[in-house]
């Protein structure tokens, strides 16, 4: 998005940016305070879709409109194709990398099925079942991109029923025991050379590579691990500060570009962009889809973060994915109606999607593993994305 187009904003949304802006300001400073169940005194907020359509804080997404819907011959790609499964686990992240050359990298395994949260492992081995990744088969490489339960806490599962080849985390050991036992079972099923610490050793050569090119995802695909962390740096509260740690990785195939965020915030979001934007070689920023950070959180996926990454992509080329359920964090739900309205304006309405696409509409146990989302770049460079 362009300041002008900001601008545009402001001028279209008239009155209502002013309480838009100290809206935020609310959001921001409760969030950034860890503050729970304090926003329900809070008055409904409203914002402006660019096509004037309204939606509030309690809606998210609305539901996929069929030319969103995959046909038929786009859910079977050819095999020299990439491919990444953005499967619905509800709240937190999934993601499956199939290379062109047949890697197969599991990026987090969503919740573990505890406190009314949905099971990722189990969601996440049905699809895989389905879709021809039968128990048993090994994982080329298994990513936890940072140590919240939402993202790892479904690998117990994924560790019962596949094998795993590498593993990587960035290095931070926090969230009580289950992490613990998590990373330890993690340690006892790949060699210890096959185990990737990146930002506190080295066993494998990652380190090294830290903001360099990683070989996870097979000799076709340029792969980059933009940032990894293992001290609690950047944010303002324990959170923000173990989100800020989240692995960040771009993948390049045929022309194509994708950055995958984890759960990263406004402040890594700017530390990449004084260290990547201006590369003229890789890595550099530039994507035609990114996974947004923090499931749509305002926390993340900043107008000006959204302008660096898509300065060199044309309008029609890009795509933003929200992987998130309708969970309530402290009276807010995600993703948060203010960064669904800058994703689209950054995007366009038909080139957002999100894993809890019309979830407010739904019943709880329908919400997930309903809205799976594919991307694919063929080997000719072309490149879709679509709700499977
Ligand atoms: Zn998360």
Redesign the pocket.
Known sequence: MTWSTLIGIRTRLGTKQARRTSVHLVLLIALSAGVAGCMDSDPPKWWKEPNGNSITDSEGLTAATTDQLCTAEEKTPPNDSLRLHFIDVGQ??AIWVQSPTGENVLIDAGDGGYYGRNNGGKIVSAFLSAHGFAQGAVFDAVAVTHA?S??YGGLPTIFAHYGVAKFIDPGLETDGLSYGDTLETAHAMVRPDSYFRPAINDPGGLTTLKGGSVDLFGPAVGAWLLSAENNMRLGDDNNAKV?NTSLVFKLAYKGRSILLMG?AHAELENELIQRFVTNTSEPNLDANLIKVG??GSTTSSTGRFLDAIFRNTPAVDRYAVIQSGRTSFGGTQLPEASTIFVLQDAVGQSHLFSTEAGDDKKAEEDAASDDDILAVVKSDGTFYVCYE
């Open positions: 937190g992240d919240h939402d993202h989100n759960d923090h499931h």
